[in-house]
């Protein structure tokens, strides 16, 4: 799009199906790269990834010539088939419905990094759904407790995206 200039940082946090611990430390590494991959594909500049066994959290320089929508349906959909090729865990790799997406002005860039950076350290304190409910209440964002990230069992996953 000629002529078209912009600044977007966005922060994308993605559940495991259920919130299974599943993402091993022995292969994560190479799904970031996958999933920076098929990122820089799209012409988005991927500027952290990060997360533990059952969610990610990326930052994203995003340009505006794609849906977000669009985005994560095809970072989750390529990276889960990934992960299922590979056959890294023995039942079936798939991540939760929906997605977290926040917005960051440049000068908060650094810090998203920093916390992005240091997952590992941030959950022996915290557990995710408490991360991700600070998160929510921090950008003034509504939500329904039935909606949000559910672990092992409960017939919701994430509120579904209209």
């Not at 078209?4 to 495991?16: C, D, E, G, P, R």
Request: aromatic share 16%; hydrophobic share 40%.
């Amino acid at each position: 799009m000629a002529n078209t200039f912009s600044q977007i940082h966005l922060q994308f946090v993605f559940a495991v199906q259920n919130r299974k611990c599943i993402i091993s430390y022995e292969w994560k590494a190479d799904l970031y790269k996958y999933i920076t991959g098929i990122n820089n594909n799209f012409g988005h500049k991927l500027i952290a990834i990060n997360g533990v066994a059952d969610h990610v959290h990326l930052l994203v320089g995003f340009r505006p010539s794609q849906a977000i929508s669009e985005y994560m349906r095809i970072i989750k959909g390529e990276s889960s088939e990934w992960v299922n090729k590979r056959r890294f865990i023995s039942e079936k790799f798939s991540w939760q419905e929906g997605f977290g997406a926040f917005s960051y002005s440049k000068k908060e860039i650094e810090s998203v990094i920093c916390y992005i950076m240091n997952q590992e350290n941030h959950h022996r304190k915290i557990s995710f759904m408490e991360e991700y409910r600070n998160i929510l209440k921090e950008f003034q964002i509504e939500f329904d407790e039935r909606y949000i990230f559910k672990k092992y069992g409960n017939q919701s996953g994430l509120a579904k995206v209209k």
